[in-house]
């Protein structure tokens, strides 16, 4: 599976943007997407993710209200908006996709077989 996520840029804080993440899956519908962020410095966390098959979606408490992640599987398409960015949104987001997911584990990164090359968002104050 191949990923391909664009959408990033540099927005002043409290803007918004909207990441895509395609794939190249043929059962896209059945993978668990995920978004990961990392920081300068910092290790790559997780932000949001999209289980396959129907399921739910979950949130890092850091972004609950703000971002909002969702799919057309027709598109093979995962996305991520992202409502009154904050300069600590700054960071390299990566997609992230595995189609054997539980959802307890959707939060973590070593579960993702597939990953994307990053967007780089950059928020100002």
């Known amino acids: 599976v191949q990923l391909q996520a664009s959408g990033g840029g540099l927005v002043q804080a409290g803007g918004s943007l909207r990441l895509s993440c395609a794939a190249s899956?043929?059962?896209?519908?059945?993978?668990?997407m995920g978004w990961f962020r990392q920081a300068p410095g910092k290790e790559r966390e997780f932000v949001a993710a999209?289980?396959?098959?129907?399921?739910?979606?979950v949130y890092a408490d850091s972004v609950k209200g703000r971002f909002t992640i969702s799919r057309d599987n027709a598109k093979n398409t995962v996305y991520l908006q992202m409502n009154s960015l904050e300069p600590e949104d700054t960071a390299v987001y990566y997609c992230?996709?595995?189609?054997?997911?539980?959802?307890?584990?959707?939060?973590?990164?070593?579960?993702?077989?597939?990953w994307g090359q990053g967007t780089q968002v950059t928020v100002s104050s």
């Open positions: 899956a043929r059962t896209f519908s059945r993978y668990s």
């Open positions: 992230a996709a595995d189609n054997r997911l539980i959802t307890s584990s959707l939060h973590l990164e070593y579960q993702y077989d597939y």
């Open positions: 999209s289980k396959g098959n129907g399921g739910s979606t």
